[in-house]
């Protein structure tokens, strides 16, 4: 069987239709062209129409405002000696009676004790990570130390702050780390 070669076989001849549609198209073309022009002179008629009667309408407006104005109304009415009340006494008794007064509190001293404390803020297994830890410490102008200690889990760099001679003061010191996001701190009994 031989093969066909549809590709370079072309196109068959096409019949020749007869020429109406081109011609229907010229005739919507004009009439098309005659309507084009007259819409822009019918818009302008339009617009011009519409404000010349705008402006008759403002015309027969402009007389018809009342001029007159009720003055009874606008015009405040000042008061009178005779209508205002008498202004009272002032009866607080509070501001004869409290410079009399006198609050007593006992208040304990608070007692010093042996105990001082320490903070542990971090614990690496590397002495380079300790060392990151202190100097973030220290931008809050607290001073930290390194201690060193190996166990039977390994070798550990503790990060820690203090003696502290009271806990409000470990507190204090702990509340300013927590401002820079170290909140791992804990407060524990001297006892190295």
Not at 27 to 39: D, E, H, I, L, Y
Not at 61 to 69: G, M, P, Q
Request: hydrophobic share 35%; charged share 30%; with cysteine.
């Amino acid at each position: 069987m031989a093969q066909r070669d549809y590709v370079s076989r072309g196109r068959p001849p096409q019949k020749k239709k007869p020429n109406n549609k081109n011609n229907q198209r010229k005739q919507v073309q004009q009439s098309k062209q005659g309507a084009v022009a007259s819409f822009p002179i019918v818009r302008l008629v339009i617009v011009v129409v519409l404000l010349i009667g705008f402006g008759v309408f403002l015309w027969s407006i402009k007389d018809n405002a009342s001029t007159e104005v009720d003055t009874e109304i606008a015009r405040p009415v000042a008061p009178t000696e005779e209508a205002l009340p008498e202004l009272p006494e002032e009866e607080w008794e509070y501001i004869r009676t409290l410079p009399g007064y006198e609050v007593e509190v006992d208040v304990e001293a608070q007692e010093k004790s042996d105990k001082r404390y320490l903070m542990q803020c971090a614990s690496f297994r590397t002495r380079a990570q300790a060392e990151e830890m202190k100097a973030k410490i220290a931008f809050q102008g607290l001073e930290a130390l390194i201690r060193h200690s190996s166990g039977s889990n390994g070798d550990w760099f503790r990060v820690i702050l203090g003696p502290y001679e009271s806990k409000r003061d470990a507190e204090k010191a702990k509340h300013s780390l927590r401002k820079v996001n170290i909140a791992t701190c804990q407060i524990w009994y001297w006892n190295l």
